[in-house]
């Protein structure tokens, strides 16, 4: 059998309606022969299994029995395609533009430097109304985990994910090991993705507490993994106050405790930083720092219409 040239992946749970939804946009793109698409459901006791076995055959169709994370589901899906390119999307994303994969081997094709390719991503329950960008292709520091696609041949020179983030920051623990392998990671704004997430709600969602300590105790995992060691100090000192100014002093009790939290989990994970890190030189941190940020939010144009 030949091997696929793309292979798309969606790590899910207990999302059915979701990825669903997903399967449904995506649809077109696995009738490429071209295209294999891999489906892991990380124990899901919703149906997402049967669901997906019985509508979409082609898939290949992974489980977890008992839960054990999207990055280890990742890592997984990863570590067993044979394409040559992969694409991982939310189960609650999907693309808006159109012929997306031809896109995207084109800049793979012309850019021999890139590693990965982040994509226009818009963050709203429904499409946007317009969709048009004058923004061009550019490298830059990052990339989303909810829509981008890796050159196979630059992940396999990289460590996997880091289950024991648990989520938040594998994204940015990926990137600087691409870096410090002077692979690039570029922006690819021509491809659109409308990942749909209810930002504001999420504040007062039953996990935020949680979110909010993983998301700390990840990007201080990172100071401390990669930046050089006259850095971390201050890096610290920024992150906590930035915390207490906004949050905890205006009386967020849920954000103190999250902060306390992200703390004893950054000195329980202190043997592991110190066997894991990859740390910047001071010119690598300066010319990665010179590098465009991440480009994790896309908002269109608002234009008037006059009828």
Not at 82 to 109: C, G, M, Q, W
Not at 265 to 285: A, C, G, H, M
Request: charged letters at 25%; a positive charge.
């Amino acid at each position: 059998m030949v091997n696929p040239v793309f292979s798309l992946h969606i790590t899910t749970k207990n999302r059915k309606t979701d990825l669903a939804f997903t399967l449904s946009k995506i649809d077109p793109l696995l009738e490429h022969t071209s295209v294999e698409c891999m489906v892991f459901d990380d124990g899901s006791i919703d149906g997402t299994f049967e669901f997906v076995k019985q509508n979409y055959p082609k898939i290949i169709l992974k489980k977890n029995s008992i839960s054990k994370g999207y990055i280890f589901c990742r890592n997984k899906m990863l570590n067993e395609t044979k394409a040559d390119y992969t694409i991982s999307l939310d189960d609650d994303a999907h693309f808006v533009s159109e012929n997306p994969l031809e896109s995207i081997r084109k800049h793979f094709e012309d850019n021999a430097l890139c590693g990965l390719l982040a994509f226009r991503v818009f963050w709203g329950l429904e499409e946007p109304v317009s969709k048009l960008s004058n923004e061009k292709p550019h490298r830059v520091q990052g990339f989303v985990g909810c829509a981008h696609v890796w050159r196979m041949s630059a992940w396999r020179e990289i460590p996997n994910y880091p289950s024991w983030f648990v989520f938040y920051g594998e994204e940015d623990f990926a990137s600087f090991q691409l870096f410090k392998k002077k692979w690039e990671i570029h922006y690819l704004p021509e491809v659109l993705v409308n990942h749909r997430v209810n930002l504001k709600s999420r504040r007062n969602d039953a996990d935020y507490t949680l979110r909010l300590r993983r998301s700390l105790c990840s990007g201080w995992y990172l100071f401390f993994l990669f930046y050089p060691i006259k850095t971390i100090p201050r890096k610290m000192a920024y992150s906590l106050l930035i915390q207490l100014k906004n949050k905890v002093f205006k009386g967020d009790l849920k954000a103190l405790k999250a902060v306390l939290l992200a703390l004893l989990d950054l000195v329980w994970s202190f043997p592991i930083i110190l066997k894991n890190s990859n740390r910047l030189t001071r010119q690598e941190y300066e010319d990665y720092n010179r590098l465009p940020l991440t480009k994790i939010y896309w908002q269109p144009e608002i234009y008037e219409i006059i009828r």
